[in-house]
């Protein structure tokens, strides 16, 4: 496992972290709590040292998890960044649009009430990162949560302040760094060989003001493993029956052909792992975090840590760069 400095004020941290959403067990089909905290153990028997939360994960459950398996072992250096703004405590059914009954809010009151539970749930005196998970650019531009983050960071709550910049909004929202920098120590971005808007205007925002980059949906919810294709399905309860609908797959399965040389290129590894690789290849990107279910999904994506980045003249032959 290899490790970096997340940006020039976060912490040190593995450059494979473990994705958590997946065993807070809502939104990814069935898991076994048993299995969860086996692949937690494996994921820190491998060397991760980031762990990648949120409090509206499994609505609590997967900080649980964490909890339980840091009681058990220590926390010693591992890195717990988790987030807070989909409100869940305060939801009712008519605001469950796909992923259970959650709302965006962000008041500096319920920031920090919600900051105050994941602490009690974490079973720790800080958060190492506490992000503020993917708002729309019109909560971002009032104060409040803002003023709940570094509010919280004074009172010695959290170690570090983030942003989880929204989906497909990653220039549009840009601009956050210019104005916040001083209080944002890191981002979460989505990105990955398929997706790569970030690289336009964020990334270079992220390595002028020195502000750590999290990779998230690395492989795609699992479509740049290889292991779907036109016929896969996923039940109802399952977010990927949204965000890998027939429609979707199509697309994908017709944009990965275009990089499918990227992967020829290595036949020794798999595709998990090249893609993987490249998501900590831009200077901007620390780490990634990809979700993992099982003891197999983690030693797979941990082993992406050893073979490093892609070289630049490896992405450019292959017009990644």
Known sequence: MRYTQLGQRGPRVSTMGFGAWAIGGMNWGPTDDAVSIGALNAALD???????????????????????????????????????????????????????????????????????????????????????????????????????????????????????????????????????????????????????????VLFPKALEHGVGVIVRIPLLFGFLTGKFNRDSTFSAEDHRSMNLSPQKLEKYLTELERIRPLFDHYPDQSMARVSLRFCISHPACHTAIPGAKTPKQVDENAGASDLGPIPEEVLTQYGLR
């Open 46 to 200: 491998k060397g991760v040292t980031l762990i990648d939360t949120a409090d509206v994960y499994g609505f609590g459950h997967s900080e649980e998890l964490i909890a339980g398996v840091i009681r058990e072992r220590g926390k010693g250096n591992v890195i717990i960044a988790t987030k807070a703004g989909n409100d869940f405590y305060n939801a009712g059914d008519d605001d469950d649009e796909g992923y259970g009954p959650i709302k965006q809010t962000y008041t500096e009151e319920y920031l920090i009430s919600a900051a105050e539970k994941s602490l009690k749930r974490l079973g720790v005196e800080a958060l190492d990162i506490l992000q503020l998970h993917s708002p729309d650019l019109e909560k971002l531009e009032r104060e409040e949560p803002w003023r709940a983050l570094e509010k919280l960071k004074k009172d010695g709550k959290i170690l570090h302040a983030g942003l989880s910049i929204q989906s497909f909004k990653e220039t549009e929202q840009a601009h956050l760094l210019d104005r916040h920098h001083d209080l944002l120590d890191v981002i979460q971005v989505r990105y990955n060989l398929l997706e790569r808007e970030a690289e336009q």
